[in-house]
Every structure is written in structure tokens, then in C-alpha cells.
């Protein structure tokens, strides 16, 4: 499986962009990144997945590097309600890596 | 679309009595279950995963007997903690892989999980 890498904790300010980096140096061809973050108490809650090209949604975008080691999830304008743990998993969905497995993520707090 | 929906959110029972927590999908048919467990600070570990009419696969360390996990219907998952104690005190989740195992799982959506406090 290919491990992530990302800061345990982040503080970003309300109204201002929030740049989460996430490592993934092992990551094979065939395996997508996806992000998903978690409030407190809450399960988890899914944001956007990538495999070579950059993406957008109304929650976030995803910046994925050309070499596909490394990639940032951005959410353009912070609010309060995105404080959570924000979580960087790569996956195989199709093949036998299946399962989606958490590593400790980052603590995004979003200050007034 | 692709709701789970998951009950009770919180549940406290004695300990050596047995817990239900169930896990519904509202639209969609939940071909494979995850359930998860999450201790205080800590994150989600993986406990075991249900494919529906097939028994659950357990992750190593994870007692198949204690955590007796049905999912005998493609909307509905349950996972029974048995003979609880309070060590099994925990934040327990479940998660639908969306699509078929084997064929392309293309996402993951998660219940609301489920505080569980043994005293």
C-alpha cells in the first residue's frame, strides 16, 4: 500500500485559503488520492479524489503534481465550519487495494 | 444520493450485555460494508469489511466473535458487540464502498457513527 504523509496540525485564518500538502512517494500508477475530512464526532465526510489531473468541486480542489509523489488539497475560502481533520488516502479502488485506510491526517483549525 | 444512515448514535450499556448498532443505506444498494473503530485522539482503524450474504472478513487482531458483524440484506449492515466491556468503549462507524467489489469500488460514504460507552 502507499503511505501518506501529511502535518499533524494546521492553522489557517477564516476567509483566507487553507493549502493542506499530502506526500505519497510510493504511489503506483493505478492508485487515486483521495481526501476526506472528519468533524468532531462526525464520520467521515468525503471531498475529492484524483488520479493524474488536477480537480474541482464545490468543496475544494485537488492539486496533484506531475511526478504524482505529492499533491494539495485547497479549500479557496476557509470558514469556521472546516475546522476537522483533514485525511490524505491513496487507494486502488479497482484492484485488491480496496480499503480505505486512515493514517492520522491533519488538524486544520480555522481561527476568527 | 448515497446516504447511510446509522443507529444509535450513542448508546451506553453494562458491561457483559450485548450492543446492536445498526447501518442502513437510504438510495442505494451497499454491496460491501466497512466498519470502523476510533479510540479518543486517534484514527479510524478498520475492523472489519462485509460483503452481503458472504461472512465478514476481520482485520488481524479483531475478535470475529466478539464483533459479530450481518449483513444479510444489500441496505442493511449490523455489526453486535458482545459481552461488552469497558475497554470496547469506542466511536464506532460504518461505511458503504459504492459500486462492486471486485468489479471498481468509486467511493466511500460513511454513517454518522456511534458512541459507545460500557460501564
Known amino acids: 500500500d502507499a503511505k501518506t504523509t501529511q502535518p499533524p496540525s494546521m492553522d489557517c485564518a477564516e476567509g483566507r485559503a487553507a493549502n493542506l500538502p499530502c506526500n505519497h512517494s510510493?504511489?503506483?500508477?493505478?492508485?487515486?488520492v483521495y481526501w476526506y475530512r472528519q468533524i468532531h464526532s462526525q464520520g467521515p465526510q468525503y471531498i475529492i479524489h484524483g488520479l493524474k489531473n488536477n480537480e474541482t468541486n464545490e468543496m475544494a480542489s485537488l492539486i496533484i503534481t506531475e511526478d504524482r509523489k505529492s499533491s494539495t488539497l485547497i479549500l479557496p475560502h476557509a470558514t469556521l465550519r472546516d475546522t476537522a481533520v483533514y485525511y490524505c488516502i491513496v487507494l486502488n479502488s479497482g484492484g485488491s487495494n480496496y480499503k480505505l485506510t486512515f493514517g492520522k491526517g491533519t488538524l486544520l483549525t480555522v481561527n476568527p | 444520493g448515497a446516504v447511510v444512515s446509522q443507529h444509535p448514535s450513542r448508546v451506553i450499556c453494562k458491561s457483559g450485555t450485548s450492543v446492536k448498532i445498526e447501518c442502513r443505506s437510504l438510495?442505494?444498494?451497499?454491496?460491501?460494508m466497512f466498519w470502523y473503530r476510533q479510540f479518543p485522539k486517534q484514527s479510524l482503524m478498520l475492523m472489519a469489511t462485509s460483503n452481503e450474504g458472504s461472512k465478514a472478513t476481520y482485520e488481524q487482531g479483531v475478535e470475529k466473535d466478539k464483533f459479530l458483524i450481518n449483513h444479510a440484506s444489500l441496505t442493511l449492515s449490523t455489526l453486535t458487540v458482545t459481552s461488552a466491556h469497558p475497554e470496547d468503549s469506542s466511536f464506532y462507524i460504518c461505511?458503504?464502498?459504492?459500486?462492486?467489489?471486485?468489479?471498481?469500488?468509486?467511493?466511500?460514504?460513511f454513517g454518522s457513527g456511534t458512541r459507545l460507552t460500557v460501564v
Open positions: 438510495d442505494f444498494q451497499a454491496t460491501t
Open positions: 510510493t504511489i503506483s500508477g493505478n492508485e487515486y
Open positions: 461505511s458503504a464502498g459504492l459500486g462492486v467489489l471486485g468489479q471498481g469500488i468509486y467511493g466511500y460514504t
